[in-house]
């Protein structure tokens, strides 16, 4: 059984299913509860939300902000959000709004390395236009066949120091934390496995997080190797947060894990739903897969 899904995307940013067809997705892969979390936006909520109460899922309004610290880009999921909440709404349109500018100097910087139309080709795979970003672009340097998938062109020209790279400040750690605490929900480490930093670093982070009010972390991601599950679970312990799951899935073509797919929590987790008041039936939070 794998009951839960804390973290997926829709076309309200670089996920490439519409919410409602999302939500269709998990409820056929058996997902009992699914958080929808789209990055720095939560448009797709209402129409997720409704169709999750027509195919009988039970459903966490999220969302996955964008996060400078140092000199690293962090994502911080926010669930149980108030999706009306002034202060998380007006905080996302900052965040959003440098995305215009950035678009236009990456496909400056692509163009330079010989990849033209970058700026119109990586919109006509954005639905939704405020939330332009590197993913969108990736598809459009794979339909020109400058490289065989989208990891490639990540590696090739997206990452830092590659020709459609644009260093950008998005929003503080302690702002995104308190814009989903305003709203009413547990913001959560999205898949920190994936971040190149130190171990030192990494307790850092954990300890600045918590002293901004964060509370939760994601042991189970699609990007987590079970070395992962297992090291996440400990750290998690350790500093008394609560593990997440999510499978982070964008599309059927892109993701290693499809939404709902999610192997259960080690034993050993405090799980997040747990402060979310999600009523789970024992077999679901506990059977591994
Ligand atoms: P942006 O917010 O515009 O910087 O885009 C970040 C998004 O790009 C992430 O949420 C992922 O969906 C995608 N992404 C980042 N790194 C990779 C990668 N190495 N391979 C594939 N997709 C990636
Ligand atoms: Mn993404
Ligand atoms: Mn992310
Ligand atoms: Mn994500």
């Known amino acids: 059984m794998r009951p839960i899904d804390f973290h997926c995307h829709s076309t309200v940013s670089d996920g490439t299913l519409p919410p409602a067809e999302l939500v269709a997705r998990a409820a056929a892969n058996g997902c009992q509860h699914l958080a929808l979390t789209d990055h720095d936006d939560l448009d797709g909520l209402a129409v997720a939300a409704a169709a999750a109460a027509q195919q009988g899922v039970g459903f966490v309004p999220g969302v996955e902000i964008s996060v400078s610290w140092h000199d690293v880009t962090l994502h911080i999921v926010g669930l149980g959000i108030d999706p009306d909440n002034a202060t998380l709404r007006d905080g996302l349109a900052q965040v959003r709004s440098g995305r215009a500018e950035r678009a236009e100097q990456m496909a400056a910087g692509l163009a330079r390395a010989g990849i033209g139309g970058a700026l119109a080709g990586a919109y006509?795979?954005?639905?939704?236009?405020?939330?332009?970003?590197?993913?969108?672009?990736?598809?459009?340097?794979?339909?020109?066949?400058h490289a065989r998938d989208t990891s490639a062109v990540f590696k090739r020209y997206l990452v830092k120091g590659k020709p459609g790279y644009v260093r950008h400040v998005w929003a503080t750690l302690g702002d995104a934390v308190s814009w989903i605490?305003?709203?009413?929900?547990?913001?959560v480490i999205a898949h920190p496995g994936r971040y190149r930093i130190s171990v030192a670093q990494m307790h850092d982070l954990v300890r600045e997080f918590r002293d901004v009010g964060g509370e939760a972390i994601e042991v189970i991601t699609s990007s987590h190797s079970t070395e992962d599950y297992q090291r996440f679970d400990a750290i998690a312990?350790?500093?008394?947060?609560?593990?997440?799951?999510?499978?982070?899935?964008?599309?059927?073509?892109?993701s290693w894990m499809d939404v709902g797919g999610v192997?259960?929590?080690?034993?050993?987790?405090?799980?997040?739903?747990?402060?979310?008041?999600?009523?789970?039936?024992?077999?679901?939070?506990?059977?591994?897969?």
């Open 124 to 145: 006509r795979y954005a639905s939704n236009p405020a939330l332009i970003s590197r993913a969108h672009f990736a598809r459009y340097i794979v339909e020109q066949g």
């Open 181 to 187: 605490r305003a709203a009413g929900g547990i913001a």
């Open 237 to 254: 312990r350790e500093a008394g947060l609560l593990a997440s799951v999510g499978s982070d899935f964008h599309g059927p073509d892109e």
């Open 263 to 289: 192997p259960a929590l080690p034993l050993s987790a405090t799980p997040v739903w747990q402060a979310l008041g999600v009523q789970l039936s024992e077999t679901a939070a506990t059977t591994p897969v």
